[in-house]
């Protein structure tokens, strides 16, 4: 096994940190809670794209395409740092994006803001239930009709190549843990295209490590969400040839935090992002981050951890949708 045969581009310099959340924990009562920073990576902003990039987009410039074509939500942070990776290779991105209930709206902010601030060459809206993939090999066509070269990126970066780049991470955090002394019990984190988690649980398979991975599913039901990211652990896996199966027990997922569906807040998330904000000052997001920590809440009020347990929470970004909710954190 060596990803470090795939080639490889670097948008953050060094690691991101862990830092220990001591208030927080003592206002919970334990485990012991640290938060990986990886909204401190590289790109516009930042976030869990930006790991998956760097090997999505050294595949890209290796086939020698010119332009990169994603998809994704209104409010996409996978496409805002698709994007960024684009301006910052010299590459062209267009962008496919799903129409949200009540309509798409041209002048919405947040990360479509950014969209348009970092010059995306063009932007294709389709139907809520439309089929993105097919939108975007009608995008490569008729870039190919030009004689231009695509290279096409599936929703959330969640492929063999993007969950690479959290096998590195995992490495990332092995390292980590090393140097400070403190191996971690669990890392939590936020999971939806499902390559964050697969990619992790690879990086800690491949180290034989024990840290265990909780996703807090942020859409799908819990079955829907183990199978998928089973299914990419295991493509992942043997696509760096690592021996045998997954053992499908390791792929742990959280559906009690979803509400009534993605993107849509729910009191629990409200509470987490307020709560990490005024004892920490840590920013999470309403649509991935801060759900995750509801999750992360939920299971230590409900006694799943032990007092001395190491929590790694991994803060995957998501900033920008933030300012697109102000009402839900307004007096
Ligand atoms: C901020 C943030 N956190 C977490 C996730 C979920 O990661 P994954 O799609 O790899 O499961 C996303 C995906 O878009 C995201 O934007």
Known sequence: MNPIRYERRRYTTGQTPIEKLERL?????????????????????????????????ADAVRQG?????????????????????????????????????????????GNHLL?????????????????MHAAMDKLAHELASQGRK????????SNEVGSLGYMACAEEIEQQAWESGTPYDYVVTATGSGGTQAGLLAGFWARNSNTRVIGVNVSRDRQSQEAKVLELLGSTARTIGLKGEPSPDTVQCE???????????????????????????????PVYTGKAMAGLIGLIREGR???????????????????TAPQLFLP
Do not use: W
Request: aromatic content about 6%; overall charge negative; charged content about 20%.
């Open 25 to 57: 924990s003592r206002e919970l009562g334990g485990p012991v809670i640290s938060i990986k920073r990886d909204d401190l990576t590289g790109l516009t902003a930042g976030g869990n794209k930006t790991r998956k990039l760097e090997y999505l987009v």
């Open 65 to 109: 395409a010119d332009t990169l074509i994603t998809c994704g939500a209104v409010q996409s942070n996978h496409c805002r740092l698709t994007l960024a990776a684009a301006v910052r290779e010299g590459l062209k991105c267009q962008l496919v994006l799903t129409e949200p209930e009540g309509g798409y709206d041209p002048q919405a902010s």
């Open 115 to 131: 969209f348009h601030l970092l010059g995306a060459e063009k932007i294709e809206v389709i139907e809520a239930d439309g089929d």
């Open 150 to 157: 695509a290279y096409l990126i599936p929703v959330g970066g």
């Open 255 to 285: 559906d009690r935090y979803v509400g009534p569906g993605y993107a849509i807040p729910t009191a629990e998330m409200v509470e987490a992002v307020q709560l990490v904000a005024r004892t920490e000052g840590i920013l999470l997001d």
């Open 305 to 323: 951890f032990a007092k001395e347990d190491q929590v790694l929470f991994l803060h995957t970004g998501g900033s920008p949708a933030l300012y």
